[in-house]
């Protein structure tokens, strides 16, 4: 049986909800997009309800605590739908024995948790450092990202913090979705309210006038203190893939 969710953290619990429910327990959670379309497959829309997503969140929590419990989040951003089914299995599991060492990494299932979530932390630390924001004319700064997790929820605390007096938007092109900074508070939008995505994959802004100038003065700061005789290229493209360069202002 497949549960079709709407691809939100709360939708995905519900579906652990309604496993119970139903018993249902070898449902797969999945989305519409995601979901193959085969003749035979049996599927169930499955509705979000904050209050069935509270009770399953409280249930977890009191079961194995709130560090494991973000544990399971964490693996939900990977935006893998078999890491997804893997999570899914776990909770299950948790529920119906009332206790999980989540440290016991003899389990493949549990070490596959731990190894994607690794995988995910990977990325939020390169978004941290790799984002690159450009100034509209009209002082919003604008970062285009392109992560191969869905990593943007757990990054936000940390530009908020760093840029607390500055407007500022970074989108996830490949998710079509980002998250908005109006120096008071940060809210999940999915297109820009001042119309400066013309297309889900390409980006129209008036810069800033100074923008280009400040982009040109970083470009030669770098030059400059780049030791031509000491490059490593190799290491380099370990500590900042190819992938990430598009959006780097050095690199252009």
Not at 44 to 63: C, H, V
Not at 84 to 96: A, D, H, S, Y
Not at 105 to 129: F, T
Request: aromatic share 14%; hydrophobic share 35%; charged share 30%.
């Amino acid at each position: 049986m497949n549960y079709i969710f709407d691809g939100s953290y709360q939708g995905y619990l519900c579906c652990i909800f309604e496993a119970f429910e139903r018993k249902e327990f070898d449902a797969i959670p999945t989305t519409s997009q995601q979901l193959e379309n085969h003749i035979f497959s049996q599927k169930r829309q499955i509705y979000t309800d904050e209050r069935k997503a509270t009770r399953i969140l409280t249930a977890m929590n009191k079961l194995i605590g709130l560090q494991n419990t973000k544990i399971f989040y964490h693996n939900f951003l990977s935006d893998s739908p078999s890491e997804w089914t893997n999570g899914f299995r776990l909770i299950v599991e948790l529920f119906k024995s009332g206790k999980m060492n989540m440290q016991n990494y003899g389990r493949p299932d549990l070490l596959r948790i731990h190894q994607m979530i690794k995988k995910v932390s990977r990325e939020r630390h390169r978004m941290k450092a790799f984002i690159r924001f450009v100034k509209s004319d009209t002082g919003l700064y604008t970062a285009i990202v392109e992560p191969d997790f869905n990593v943007l929820p757990l990054i936000t605390d940390f530009f908020k913090n760093r840029f607390t007096d500055q407007q500022w938007l970074i989108y996830d092109i490949r998710r079509n979705y980002g998250f908005y900074y109006d120096c008071h508070r940060v809210e999940e939008v999915t297109s820009c309210a001042e119309n400066d995505f013309q297309s889900a994959n390409h980006l129209e802004i008036d810069l800033d006038p100074r923008e280009k100038e400040f982009q040109h003065l970083w470009k030669t700061y770098f030059k400059s203190t780049t030791i031509e005789s000491r490059k490593n290229l190799k290491l380099h493209l370990r500590h900042v893939p190819k992938r990430y360069w598009k959006y780097l202002t050095e690199k252009q």
